[in-house]
């Protein structure tokens, strides 16, 4: 035995837990399901638990919630692995919550833990806090980035200004647009290029980027050149430092103004349509009325003489037949139930006329994760109209499986499809998609071509609006764009689509249920009641408007609410 060994310490238990308990780095192993077995007493240091309150901590508690899903899929796919091509160890940066809240960026490595027979049975490693390393790493790529940016003379507008409106230096491109020298520059500053109330909003930009860093989404300014013209830029700017500290504020930015005086033009030139548009549909609505007036005391004429006419008799049963084979075919062509989809409850009412209408929708599961939902109404009744909806679902059924997730895309199908095939013929419709998103909400994208807004009623404010967004009738012009338009919707938030047989309800005064405020309180509920029985009161009040007359039109009423 070597002498020099004689009297050597091997290390044992309490050694380990000696070192374990004093390092700086916080030391744990943790089991497959992610739950840790021990945390060393460090982890009070870094992030303020105790070593019980760490012990009952998981990796998804523990973790900031986006880095989660990244470790769990590092985990699955090494357990993937034969061991002898698993990484013995791995290294990664991610982010933990402190027991205050507050997120700290640290380092891990990790390695795993056998059972005797070669099994991994856990996972150990150590955590480090690299909040300084990292502070250092980001104030040396902001010195470089601000280097480079003024070096290589961007083509965009670069400058730097003080805490207090103060240019303290731009670039050529800034100084081009502007018309200022080097040296005017130090001589510069808000007052001396905004208005009053762009001077107010740069300071309160100001006060927002010293508590965040840096801006979130660009900003429009109006700003004056040397020579007396105004001009619009798009600002975005971010703190540099000096020292570690903050020294002053960078911002990029390029000039806009043909931009948006485009833009205002084509804005300006879309309303002008939206009001031919408009204006064009309350022509047809009224002639659409009074061909239904005509039809009611047409229809009164043929009472009477069907009385008197015995020769008509068998024409009208032929007439019969073929009104009942289209009430066959639209009833054929309507939803048998309602679908199911998460956290939606879906209901629907429809009330067709005596005679047959032209209004369809229907409900597609979609295999890309949402619900797809269309509405249409054709102009006009009867047989021509049930075949017309024949077309109608067909030509819908390949717009889903071209564009399901695409309601704009849908819509101009549809469109280009009806003023191809049936030109004499025009069609209001919508369609949309429901899917979940990241917050736990419901989203609904959708696009409209000529048919009434959809309405939105908000549960915690209990207010009701139209959502609104262009588009033109179906039919009218080939290879028209139609508007997508999303809205977020939360718990207890219910969405209504409907055709215009509800506006267009007259009563013996021949006044229409199209007043805003008097539409808008069929669809509030401040009683909270549930979606069903708001749909049935909806449709309740609208029978007490007409008051016995006739419907003008068919009624379809869907009502969705997020549960």
């Known amino acids: 035995m070597n002498k020099n060994n004689k009297n050597r310490v091997v290390p044992g238990p309490d050694l380990y837990r000696m070192l374990t308990d004093n390092s700086s780095d916080v030391l744990w192993t943790m089991s497959l399901d992610g739950h840790y077995d021990y945390m060393s007493p460090s982890v009070t240091a870094l992030a303020g638990y105790t070593q019980e309150e760490a012990s009952r901590l998981t990796i998804a508690s523990f973790i900031v919630p986006e880095y989660v899903a990244y470790v769990q899929e590092i985990l699955v796919s090494e357990l993937a692995k034969p061991r002898e091509e698993r990484l013995p160890s791995k290294v990664l940066e991610l982010q933990i919550i402190a027991k205050d809240g507050s997120i700290i960026d640290v380092e891990v490595s990790a390695t795993w833990i056998y059972d005797e027979k070669g099994n991994p049975i856990g996972v150990q490693g150590s955590t480090r806090d690299i909040r300084k390393r990292k502070m250092a790493l980001e104030a040396l790529q902001e010195s470089e980035e601000r280097y480079r940016a003024l070096v290589e003379r961007s083509l965009d507008l670069i400058f730097i200004h003080d805490f207090n409106g103060n240019f303290i230096d731009a670039n050529a491109a800034a100084l081009k647009t502007l018309g200022y020298s080097k040296e005017d520059v130090k001589h510069l500053n808000f007052v001396s290029l905004m208005s009053g109330d762009q001077v107010a909003h740069a300071f309160e930009l100001i006060r927002q980027i010293l508590e965040k860093g840096g801006q979130t989404e660009l900003t429009e300014f109006e700003v004056q050149t040397k020579d007396g013209r105004r001009i619009i830029l798009e600002t975005q700017s971010f703190l540099i430092y000096k020292n570690r500290k903050p020294y002053a504020i960078q911002g990029v930015g390029r000039e806009i103004t043909e931009r948006k005086r485009a833009l205002e033009e084509q804005r300006w030139t879309q309303e002008k349509l939206e009001m031919v548009v408009q204006q064009r549909t309350s022509e047809l609505k009224e002639i659409n009325k009074k061909l239904i007036q005509e039809i009611i005391v047409r229809k009164q004429v043929e009472n009477e003489l069907r009385i008197s006419e015995n020769s008509l008799r068998s024409q009208n049963e032929i007439m019969l037949k073929e009104l009942e084979s289209a009430r066959l075919i639209q009833k054929a062509l309507m939803p048998k139930e309602v679908p199911d989809f998460p956290r939606l409850a879906i209901d629907y009412r429809y009330l067709p006329l005596e005679a047959v209408g032209g209004d369809y929708f229907s409900f597609t599961p979609l295999e890309e994760g949402g619900l797809g939902v269309f509405v249409g109404d054709v102009t006009g009744h009867g047989v021509p109209a049930a075949l017309f909806l024949s077309l109608v679902r067909s030509i819908s059924n390949k717009a889903c499986r071209k564009h399901g997730m695409t309601p704009g895309r849908y819509i101009e199908l549809i469109n280009n499809e009806v003023y191809r095939g049936m030109p004499s013929y025009y069609l209001t419709a919508m369609y949309g998609v429901f899917q979940h998103d990241r917050e736990d909400a419901v989203t609904f994208t959708f696009a409209r071509g000529g048919h009434p807004y959809p309405i939105l009623y908000r549960r915690d404010t209990d207010q009701v609006e139209f959502v609104k967004t262009s588009g033109n009738l179906l039919g009218w012009q080939e290879n028209r764009n139609f508007m997508e338009t999303t809205i977020s919707m ?62 003008v039109d068919d009624i379809i009423l869907i009502g969705v609410e997020v549960i």
Do not use: H, W
């Open 490 to 551: 939360k718990r207890g938030d219910r969405l209504f689509l409907y055709t215009d047989g509800i506006p267009d309800t007259v009563n013996p005064r021949n006044e229409m249920l199209d007043s805003q405020q008097e539409y808008f309180d069929l669809f509030r509920d401040p009683d909270s009641c549930e979606l069903s029985k708001k749909l049935d009161a909806i449709i309740n009040d609208v029978m007490r408007f007409k008051e016995g007359v006739p419907l």
